[in-house]
T-cell receptor, first 116, second 108 residues
Framework: GAVVSQHPSWVICKSGTSVKIECRSL??????MFWYRQFPKQSLMLMATSNEGSKATYEQGVEKDKFLINHASLTLSTLTVTSAHPEDSSFYICSARDPDGSFQQYFGPGTRLTVT | GQQVMQIPQYQHVQEGEDFTTYCNSSTTLSNIQWYKQRPGGHPVFLIQLVKSGEVKKQKRLTFQFGEAKKNSSLHITATQTTEVGTYFCASGTYKYIFGTGTRLKVLA
C-alpha cells in the first residue's frame, strides 16, 4: 500500500517560536493531503485540506495565519505552526487519499508537538 | 454541521468476548470507512463500505452499513488482546469527518 511519512515524529519548542512539520507521500503522488489534529483521547479533527499548487482550504475555526500550509510538490506538504503556544501542543497527523481512487486515507505516523 | 457519533466511548472486554461499536450520523453518508488506532500510533485503514445495507467481513471482524446510510457498525467476535486500540468510523469524499471513536481494552 501507499506510504506516507512525517517529520519530525516529535518536537519540543518554546512558546513564541515556529515549527514546521513535513508530510511526504513516498511511493505515490498526492495532489491532495489532509492535516489533522488530535488531542489526547479524542478524535481526529480535520484542520485543512492541502492542495498541490494552490491555497489550502481551512476548516472553520482554524486560523490560516497561524497554521501555514504549503503543498509545493506532488509528494510534499508542510504545516508550519507559527508563534506556537502551549495550547497548540497536540498530535498532528497528515494523510493522503488512496492514489487508486478509493476513499481510503493513508496516514503518516504523526508528529507530537509540545510547546513549553 | 455534520456530526458522527460513536458508542460506546469505552469498552472493556475479557479476551474471547465479543465487541461492537456503533457509528451514527445525523445526515446520510456517501460512504463509511473504519480505522484502527493503536495507543501512540496513527489510524490504519480497515475497510470501506459504500452501498446501502452492505456487509463485509474480515476474519473475525464484521462491518455493516445501514440501509439508510446513516449508521454503521463494527463487530469483533472473540476479541484478542492484540485488538486493543481506538476504532474510528469516518466518512467523506473531498474531505473527511471522523467519528468520536470507541476505545477498546481487552483483558487477558
Amino acid at each position: 500500500g501507499a506510504v506516507v511519512s512525517q517529520h519530525p515524529s516529535w518536537v519540543i519548542c518554546k512558546s513564541g517560536t515556529s515549527v514546521k512539520i513535513e508530510c511526504r507521500s513516498l511511493d505515490f503522488q498526492a495532489t491532495t493531503m489532509f492535516w489533522y489534529r488530535q488531542f489526547p483521547k479524542q478524535s481526529l479533527m480535520l484542520m485543512a485540506t492541502s492542495n498541490e499548487g494552490s491555497k489550502a482550504t481551512y476548516e472553520q475555526g482554524v486560523e490560516k495565519d497561524k497554521f501555514l500550509i504549503n503543498h509545493a510538490s506532488l509528494t510534499l506538504s508542510t504545516l508550519t505552526v507559527t508563534s506556537a503556544h502551549p495550547e497548540d501542543s497536540s498530535f498532528y497527523i497528515c494523510s493522503a487519499r488512496d492514489p487508486d481512487g478509493s476513499f481510503q486515507q493513508y496516514f503518516g505516523p504523526g508528529t507530537r508537538l509540545t510547546v513549553t | 454541521g455534520q456530526q458522527v457519533m460513536q458508542i460506546p466511548q469505552y469498552q472493556h472486554v475479557q479476551e474471547g468476548e465479543d465487541f461492537t461499536t456503533y457509528c451514527n450520523s445525523s445526515t446520510t453518508l456517501s460512504n463509511i470507512q473504519w480505522y484502527k488506532q493503536r495507543p501512540g500510533g496513527h489510524p490504519v485503514f480497515l475497510i470501506q463500505l459504500v452501498k446501502s445495507g452492505e456487509v463485509k467481513k474480515q476474519k473475525r471482524l464484521t462491518f455493516q452499513f445501514g440501509e439508510a446510510k446513516k449508521n454503521s457498525s463494527l463487530h469483533i467476535t472473540a476479541t484478542q488482546t492484540t485488538e486493543v486500540g481506538t476504532y474510528f468510523c469516518a466518512s467523506g469524499t473531498y474531505k473527511y469527518i471522523f467519528g468520536t471513536g470507541t476505545r477498546l481494552k481487552v483483558l487477558a
